[in-house]
């Protein structure tokens, strides 16, 4: 089994490309989320049913996002192990934490929005997201 190194010129150009792509569909999700959910309370359950299609346009962007970083911090991970091998590993643990949480909390925060209960809509309004 024979794996190709990227070499540092690949990876730099990738993680150009990733770092451009990420703040791109960030700036994207925020837009399309901030318009479907604009609202307090009642309303804003309202506004995520009138505008299905941009919310699953921003899980699918959050998705992207999740990989993006993910990519980042690998590719980072290639330009700078050979300077210091534990700094690129922190760095890498940190893009990829930073990527499994920003997909996972968006969704934890629309589902207490949603649950009746412990987190009803009027208790949830006044919550952080």
């Given at each position: ?5 990227m ?26 989320s ?14 995520i049913a ?26 980072l ?9 534990e ?42 997201v």
């Open positions: 089994m024979c794996f190709r190194h070499s540092r010129t690949t990876n730099a150009r990738t993680a150009g490309f990733t770092f451009l792509f990420y703040i791109a569909v960030g700036v994207a999700s925020m837009v399309l901030g318009q479907a959910t604009g609202a307090a309370g009642t309303a804003k359950l309202a506004g009138q505008h299905a299609l941009q919310i699953r346009l921003t899980v699918v962007l959050g998705l992207l996002s999740m990989m993006s970083a993910l990519m980042l911090g690998v590719t991970y290639g330009i700078t192990r050979d300077q210091d091998p700094l690129a590993l922190l760095a890498l643990t940190c893009r990829v934490a930073k990527g499994v949480l920003g997909a996972a909390l968006p969704q934890y925060g629309w589902w207490r929005s949603t649950c009746p209960g412990r987190y009803g809509s009027e208790r949830a309004s006044r919550l952080p």
